[in-house]
């Protein structure tokens, strides 16, 4: 199983950035998805699931309405749509997977891609 999570990069605040996470090796349809990110010197923090079959979608409440999560069963791909961004969302973004329905919890997730490093500075 890998995932493979690219996008990030330098923005400016306000600048949005969609980051993307493949995933091969496992049939997504039996799978949850989920998008955490670690700030130098903080834990890690849940951000967006998404459960594949069915598209059912969760946000971190203090990131809806400016992070949107997605997914392409077709192409075996996740997305995070970050908008309006602001210097607390920099960090390592990291996509995960778990079987069944997604959970908030990173513990829950067995596997994990090597993240993504997103910066928002002026």
């Known amino acids: 199983v890998q995932l493979q999570a690219s996008g990030g990069g330098l923005v400016q605040p306000g600048d949005s950035l969609q980051l993307s996470c493949v995933v091969s090796?496992?049939?997504?349809?039996?799978?949850?998805m989920g998008w955490f990110r670690q700030a130098p010197g903080k834990e890690r923090e849940f951000v967006a699931a998404?459960?594949?079959?069915?598209?059912?979608?969760f946000v971190a409440d203090s990131l809806k309405g400016r992070f949107i999560i997605s997914g392409d069963n077709a192409k075996n791909t996740a997305y995070l749509r970050m908008d309006i961004l602001r210097p607390d969302d920099t960090g390592v973004y990291y996509c995960?997977?778990?079987?069944?329905?997604?959970?908030?919890?990173?513990?829950?997730?067995?596997?994990w891609g090597p993240g993504t490093l997103v910066t928002v500075s002026s």
């Open positions: 995960a997977a778990e079987k069944g329905w997604p959970t908030l919890r990173a513990e829950g997730y067995t596997y």
């Open positions: 090796g496992l049939n997504v349809d039996d799978y949850g």
């Open positions: 998404i459960q594949w079959r069915g598209g059912t979608e």
